[in-house]
């Protein structure tokens, strides 16, 4: 299984930025897919988390300013990231709890996407 992420990059602050991350391979199915991100000095923390069936948790820090959705369809899951803030600027990494036919449950990490938030 591979986590494919993309649409990092740099913008100014107040800006929007959409990140997409999606999952290949042998998957039988997926339960929870999240978006983690890790700035400089600063450990790895999560973003937003989405379930399968759609229910969302997200960091107080970006509640009302960032949007988590699925596409089921699609094994892909998305960020909406706006009214973006220095503070925001990190490695965004996508994570998934994947279901196999021969392993079973496991957590997969996407490579990460940088992104940087200019003031």
């Known amino acids: 299984v591979q986590l494919q992420a993309s649409g990092g990059g740099l913008v100014q602050a107040g800006g929007s930025l959409r990140l997409s991350c999606a999952a290949s391979?042998?998957?039988?199915?997926?339960?929870?897919m999240g978006w983690y991100r890790q700035a400089p000095g600063k450990q790895r923390e999560l973003v937003a988390s989405i379930t399968s069936g759609g229910s969302t948790n997200y960091a107080d820090s970006v509640k009302g300013r960032f949007a988590i959705s699925r596409d089921n369809t699609k094994n892909t899951v998305y960020v909406q990231m706006n009214s973006l803030k220095p503070e925001d600027t990190a490695v965004y990494y996508c994570?998934?709890?994947?279901?196999?036919?021969?392993?079973?449950?496991?957590?997969?990490w996407g490579q990460g996407t940088q992104v940087t938030v200019s003031s």
């Open positions: 391979g042998s998957i039988f199915s997926i339960n929870r």
């Open positions: 994570n998934a709890y994947v279901y196999t036919v021969n392993i079973g449950g496991v957590d997969y």
